[in-house]
């Protein structure tokens, strides 16, 4: 039996696609061409026209504005890789799997950073269309069966809402506030 977790706010200190869209802003101002489109896929979403997949495609548009993508993670998780929390890294298992609906190609070179599985949203990082469904809710079940057929031992999150699936699924459940981590009471 393995141990997952989901990433931003639960073992990430911060949100990472936000906090990468910042990181790119900061190295090319042109991120902000996309800022229509952007907004344009928020509303769509807000009003229901489009799914959450389709919206987050709106919003990695800006991704076509970045040159050698590639050096640029590599970058980011040299200045970020300090917002892994501590009390994660004090328990990480080579067997752990980190399962996110962020982006697959940000979250992928903590696979040898961290000695663990990652298993995320697959998105092309060069345009930030979606290769797969947004993996969240039943879908992140869907993606870990397809890679591993044990049972999920243990689960941590930092959202019920987002992730109460999981939580199920798994034997044990946990919710994550900051550091601060309790047990899940089905």
Request: hydrophobic share 35%; glycine share 2%.
């Amino acid at each position: 039996m393995r141990n997952a977790y989901d990433f931003d706010e639960t073992i990430y200190d911060g949100d990472s696609s936000v906090d990468f869209f910042f990181f790119c802003l900061h190295k090319n101002k042109k991120v902000l061409c996309s800022f229509f489109n952007q907004l344009g896929g928020l509303i769509l979403y807000i009003f229901k026209i489009i799914d959450k997949t389709k919206m987050k495609e709106h919003l990695f548009s800006y991704l076509k504005q970045m040159k050698d993508i590639d050096s640029v993670i590599d970058e980011f998780w040299k200045e970020k890789e300090k917002n892994i929390k501590q009390w994660y890294l004090d328990q990480k298992l080579p067997t752990d799997v980190i399962i996110s609906a962020s982006p697959e190609f940000l979250l992928k070179p903590l696979e040898k950073k961290l000695d663990v599985t990652v298993i995320a949203s697959i998105v092309d990082k060069k345009t930030g269309r979606f290769e797969s469904k947004n993996c969240h809710d039943y879908e992140k079940i869907k993606r870990y069966e397809e890679q591993f057929k044990d049972k999920i031992k243990e689960f941590y999150t930092d959202s019920i809402k987002a992730d109460k699936a999981m939580l199920e699924y798994a034997e044990v459940g946990y919710v994550v506030h900051k550091n601060e981590i309790e047990k899940y009471q089905r």
